[in-house]
């Protein structure tokens, strides 16, 4: 435990459950059951708020008690190490997974999946989203890392975000301009702001269209991309003027594993779960890939996937 003394944890404990339903309030869990690699050591505690408002009273306590905070979306994109984390992990899932509209604008809370709601837009006859419908990962998550894919991008159709700052433990409503978007990259990486609620402006289409390129999509990423295996997505970002698979593949890393982490035989630029991997397993294989690569062509490649939790 993170917290030193069994006074101190009932302390902590006895005040988050005077905001937080104590069923969404969990001790020592396991992270494997929580991410999409199915790997990760226990966290201290892990929190499922419903609101922003949980979130920021959350905040406030594990603030004056000194306990320290990882946000996690529906747990793609991460590894979380063999020893789990320490201090409070805040998860943004069903708890927080609203979706509603208001004409040609989406709103959705932090914790709703992206294929979610990218079909519900669909739904709405609303374009502009169809990329995202195979994305595993959350609305949140998405707009912390500018997820895209299939020449789109979150970034596209963002157009404001609600988050709770964890210095001030007030909302702060984030225009688009502000949230200062890049490659895999946005204003929440560098500031201590969590996303609670996004605003997606669409447009309307010809729901015979938007259909189509969703099940575009869908067969395109069933057929490329293995799906089937617990994996964290994309391992790498893509290094300018290439692509990070097929350097792999070309280097002869398809199918090469260490330990239960193997690199995909179905697309090189996914490590997947074979079979009982740790997370050490797939940072060894991650470092193998990199060195493999960077000796045969020159080029470095680095991690897409977010890395939390002690070793």
Do not use: W
Not at 22 to 42: A, K, Q, Y
Not at 173 to 196: K, M
């Amino acid at each position: 435990m993170y917290l030193q003394t069994i006074k101190a944890e009932k302390s902590f404990l006895n005040q988050l459950e005077t905001v937080i339903d104590r069923r969404r309030l969990l001790v020592d869990e396991p992270m494997s059951r929580h991410t999409t690699f199915r790997i990760g050591g226990p966290a201290d505690y892990l929190i499922l708020p419903s609101s922003a408002e949980e979130v920021a009273a959350v905040l406030s306590i594990a603030r004056s008690h000194g306990v320290p905070v990882t946000i996690l979306g529906n747990g793609s994109n991460v590894l979380v190490l063999d020893n789990g984390v320490r201090g409070a992990v805040v998860k943004f899932g069903e708890t927080m997974g609203y979706i509603r509209h208001d004409g040609d604008v989406v709103i959705a809370g932090a914790g709703a999946s992206l294929g979610d709601v990218s079909r519900f837009a669909a739904s709405c006859e609303l374009t502009g989203l169809e990329f995202a419908v195979g994305i595993p990962g959350s609305i949140g998550g998405a707009v912390f890392m500018n997820a895209g894919a299939y020449d789109g991008e979150i970034s596209n159709v963002v157009s404001a975000v609600t988050a709770v700052c964890q210095s001030g433990g007030k909302l702060k409503r984030f225009t688009r301009e502000e949230i200062r978007f890049g490659y895999r990259d946005s204003v929440f990486q560098h500031n201590d702001c969590i996303v609670c609620e996004v605003e997606l402006t669409l447009k309307y289409g010809e729901n015979s269209d938007i259909q189509q390129k969703m099940e575009d999509y869908t067969s395109r990423r069933e057929a490329k991309q293995p799906i089937e295996m617990p994996s964290a997505g994309s391992t790498f970002k893509r290094p300018p003027g290439y692509f990070a698979g097929t350097l792999i593949e070309q280097a002869g890393l398809k199918g090469f594993n260490i330990g239960g982490a193997q690199v995909s035989e179905k697309h090189a630029g996914f490590i997947v779960n074979a079979g009982g991997a740790t997370a050490a397993d797939v940072l060894a294989l991650i470092g193998e890939v990199q060195r493999r690569v960077h000796a045969e062509f020159g080029v470095k490649l680095h991690p897409e996937v977010r890395i939390i939790g002690e070793g």
